[in-house]
């Protein structure tokens, strides 16, 4: 159990990370979604739409730290439960648009707007995410540190994105974005299974 005295610093940085990370993903989505409408790639939009979903999770740690919620197991279960929610809603979301984009053949233009937002979140986000499970496992607090885990998602996303449009751009493999997605959705399910499960609890707490 974690002291009054540390717990509350330690809320305090939870929240301004959880709201450092939702500034980040509201850029995410403005810029995802206009480049993505801009070229007719699905999987940019995916990506933005994602950013969203993302934003949610965040929103469900900063609802945990405030008021009467704080250091409630219920709140707590409560909020690991809305955090793995936000996981299937994601995985569902990219694996019905990367099938959508297979069957349909779909060939997005050059995006080297897209690009760039991929290979920048890839250096932003497992930073982050290491500082909020670091914050979490601390705390004691399973959804904080799946909070974490949907960050460090997102750097995994941004890998498969940075990998399909540069495909697409350099070789023309337009199939490529779609398959990675895919994989991508597959562990966002196995981490939301844990989070409702309760599994994912903190190793060093």
Known sequence: ???????????????ALAWLGLAWHAAEFVVAVAAG?????????GFGVDSLIEALAGL????????????????????????????????AYVAVESVRTLVSSDRPDVSWVGIGLAAVTIVVMPPLA???RRVGRRLGSAATVQEAEQTQLCAYLSVA??????????????WADPLA????????????????????CCDSC
Do not use: D
């Open 37 to 45: 409408v801009a070229a007719g790639s699905i999987a940019l939009i």
């Open 130 to 132: 290491v500082a909020k």
């Open 60 to 91: 469900v740690v900063l609802w945990l730290f405030t008021g009467r919620r704080l250091g409630s197991a219920t709140a707590e279960r409560r909020a690991q439960q809305l955090v793995a929610l936000s996981f299937f809603v994601l995985a």
């Open 181 to 200: 997605a895919l994989a991508i959705a597959a562990i966002a399910t196995h981490e939301g299974v844990e989070s409702w499960r309760g599994e994912a």
């Open 161 to 174: 994105l940075l990998l399909g449009l540069g495909a697409n751009a350099l070789a023309g493999w337009w």
């Open 1 to 15: 159990m974690v002291e009054a005295a540390v717990r509350l610093p330690l809320e305090r940085r939870a929240r």
